[in-house]
């Protein structure tokens, strides 16, 4: 069991909060006292997943947060330096994928680089202009919203789910790059008291499986069940681990 405690007082960006697992995550965050910064690229959506998080007694604010945009990422660090001076969780939830018809071998570079643009460099846009303000916390907690097919080992597994889900060019790459990413982050980070790690939160009903249920995979898990383990590496306490992976049951394989 992953031991978890975070100050009530505390404040949480995430991103791409506006839906699914993002925006339970908002919600699991803010139900343990916590402060939540709602990132959305459309800011409609943003304020509307906000209010909906207000009704339900969460302290929610929404920015509009496009992580491929410098511009929008520097304003969000911008605001949250005003508004609260600090930032203590960051999940980097936001998420792209192509349809499962996109094999590598007829691969579209420009597909591929939309992908990578969301889920590597806008981690690394967003992280960096925030890292500033998780500085000025005393438990500065990154979580990056991975994915089990991120993981080179298991999909290599032939009797495995994963390995039974079609070959595509850039999604599952893009993953194990965060995962990569996340390692480095949480060596470079550790002496500074950081804890930095990759979540796969499992297969959810989300919009990001839909082509997958269209193609008869069944998927049964709630984006609310996908949010509790990324919840619980954000609530980290100072004995928790970093530069992992972890699931639902554990370590993942890398």
């Known amino acids: 069991m992953i031991e978890t405690s975070t100050p009530t007082s505390a404040v949480a960006l995430v991103t791409g ?44 604010y929404p920015v509009t947060l496009d992580v491929t945009d410098p511009v929008t990422v ?51 846009t967003v992280t960096n202009a925030v890292l500033p303000l998780l ?42 790059a965060l995962n990569a990413l996340t390692v480095q982050y949480a060596k470079e980070l550790r002496r500074d008291g950081f804890l930095v790690n990759a979540v796969s939160p499992g297969p959810c009903d989300t919009d990001l499986t839909k082509e997958l249920q269209n193609a008869g995979f069944l998927i049964t898990r709630t984006p609310a069940q996908g949010a509790a383990v990324i919840v619980r590496l954000a609530t980290l306490g100072s004995d928790g681990p970093t530069g992992g992976f972890f699931g639902e049951d554990g370590p993942v394989l890398w």
């Not at 925006?23 to 402060?35: C, M, W």
């Open 135 to 176: 500085r000025r916390s005393a438990a500065p907690r990154i979580v990056n919203v991975s994915s089990g097919m991120g993981s080179v080992t298991t999909q290599s597994f032939p009797d495995s789910y994963l390995a039974q889900v079609p070959a595509t060019a850039a999604y599952p790459a893009s993953k194990s």
């Open 17 to 60: 909060a506006n839906k699914g697992i993002g925006f339970q995550v908002a919600l699991q965050l803010a139900e343990r006292g916590l402060t939540v910064v709602v990132g959305a690229r459309d800011p409609e959506r943003g304020r509307a997943a906000a209010a909906d998080l207000r009704s339900a007694g969460a302290d929610a």
């Open 74 to 124: 520097r304003q969000v660090a911008g605001w949250i330096d005003e508004r609260f001076g600090r930032l203590d969780v960051l999940v980097n939830n936001a998420g792209a994928a192509e349809d499962p018809g996109h094999r590598p071998s007829s691969a579209d570079l420009d597909l591929v680089r939309v992908v990578f643009e969301t889920n590597v460099f806008g981690v690394l």
